[in-house]
């Protein structure tokens, strides 16, 4: 089954790589005036994908690419999959003994041919203006091709041409045309979010009543959200997605909802981590999550921002250029989270800490509360391992009573106890040792059991 899917994908992209070759053909040939079969590279058709089964035919229906953005998403391929078939690009001008500016197109460090926005036009209008014209929107913010982060153009220093940046296409949409399986991003600089789990199920996420209740409207957009946007035609009139704010003290559940979110319907949860995606640098904030909003977008995954009064935070008075570029933050961060069709989750300790215009737009704003007594009680009975035991002189319900602590400083506590019973040779965990684990939670926390 795998080695027939790879033969599926491997025939269909050498199909249209070799149509990217006569292309790339007839246009060299046209250009200098040598003879040609054609009088122009639209006579040659793109292959026929009608029937065709395999990733790249599905990729090419699901956006319904025209055929001269499939020659632009073959284009940026080719140096992937065939490079050596851009080598007829490496002409010099005998008049100037340069390359081609026409041409476009870079050597990269391997010494192969990297195509540009240039390489594309060309290939698509030659030197007719007017057709050049005709195909600059492949490259606008609002084509498929940026919409959906398929693929776009590199950056080029200030004050030279916008399209003599090099055709980049998405890694996860090189994977899944090629091999079907995209694999899941590397945290590192050029993507600052780690994926998060639990092992833990749904019956052992322990919620004030009312809060689990709104969490289970979350639910339902996982498991309906489609059908409401897409059967019953509300996306005409509703954002995509669904934005939701959990607020409340640490430790109260906020990361544990978000990760059983996504392990209900099988998704991927991200979590944000900002001190690698904010930067001193004007406009680095922005590039840093627009990686992880177009990769996130291709593949529906849940993002959580924790702590996200750091990046959604109150606007303030503009009194400097620097304030300007940080509402101008607060501003693009506010456009995009309400862009994105997924679920986002932005989790914090005070909602007082966000911006209001951020709070408007949430579908909800979930309140995540100390537990009360009983839930504590609920709590400290999931939390031990069956196979450790309880001394005699632990009374669990008089413990949940007594202390006040939220579900992450109870499992702080009986990591603390386990590991002290564990160091003294038993299994057993004593009332003084338990006490012990609480009172090192009062005091790291700054108050006294």
Not at 381 to 401: H, Q, W, Y
């Amino acid at each position: 089954m795998v080695t027939n899917s790879f033969t599926l994908n491997a025939a269909s992209l050498a199909a249209e790589l070799d149509w990217l070759a006569a292309v790339l053909d007839a246009r060299v040939k046209l250009h200098f005036a040598q003879h040609c079969p054609v009088a122009e590279v639209d006579e040659i058709q793109p292959p026929e994908l009608e029937g065709d089964q395999s990733n790249f035919a599905r990729f090419v229906h699901h956006y319904d690419l025209n055929a001269a953005e499939r020659l632009v998403f073959s284009l940026a391929l080719a140096p992937h999959l065939r490079p050596q078939l851009l080598d007829v690009l490496f002409v010099k001008n005998a008049v100037s003994s340069r390359e081609f500016s026409e041409f476009g197109g870079r050597s990269a460090a391997t010494g192969g041919l990297l195509p540009t926005g240039e390489t594309a036009l060309f290939l698509l209008a030659g030197s007719d203006l007017a057709r050049r014209f005709s195909f600059s929107d492949l490259f606008d913010a609002d084509h498929v091709f940026a919409e959906h982060g398929i693929l776009s153009l590199d950056r080029v220093p200030a004050g030279e041409p916008h399209l003599g940046g090099v055709l980049t296409v998405n890694r996860e949409i090189i994977e899944l045309v090629t091999t079907g399986k995209v694999g899941r991003p590397l945290f590192g600089s050029d993507f600052p979010a780690k994926r998060i789990t639990t092992e833990l199920e749904w019956d052992e996420l322990v919620l004030d009543p009312y809060t689990l209740d709104q969490v289970l409207e979350i639910r339902s957009w996982l498991e309906h959200g489609a059908t409401l946007l897409g059967e019953l035609e509300l996306g005409r009139k509703l954002k995509p997605g669904y934005r939701s704010l959990f607020h409340g003290p640490p430790g109260t559940g906020k990361t544990l909802t978000a990760s059983l979110l996504g392990q209900s319907f099988g998704r991927d949860v991200y979590r944000i981590d900002l001190s690698a995606v904010i930067s001193k640098y004007i406009g680095e904030t922005e590039k840093n999550l627009e990686k992880i909003f177009q990769k996130a977008q291709l593949r529906d995954w849940i993002l959580f921002f924790d702590e996200a009064d750091a990046l959604f935070g109150k606007r303030t008075k503009i009194s400097s250029a620097q304030d300007r570029f940080a509402n101008q933050e607060v501003s693009y961060l506010l456009q995009r989270v309400e862009d994105y069709p997924g679920v986002v989750i932005l989790a914090s300790n005070l909602r007082s800490n966000l911006d209001d215009a951020f709070v408007r737009r949430f579908q909800s704003i979930i309140h995540f509360p100390m537990p009360t007594a009983e839930e504590r009680l609920q709590l400290w009975r999931n939390a031990f391992s069956p196979k450790t035991e309880l001394g005699a002189d632990i009374n669990l319900r008089e413990v949940g009573e007594r202390f006040e602590l939220s579900g992450g400083a109870i499992m702080n506590v009986v990591r603390y106890a386990t590991l002290r019973a564990l160091a003294e040779g038993t299994r057993t965990v004593g009332g003084r040792t338990l006490l012990e684990g609480i009172r090192r939670e009062f005091q790291k926390e700054g108050k006294t059991s």
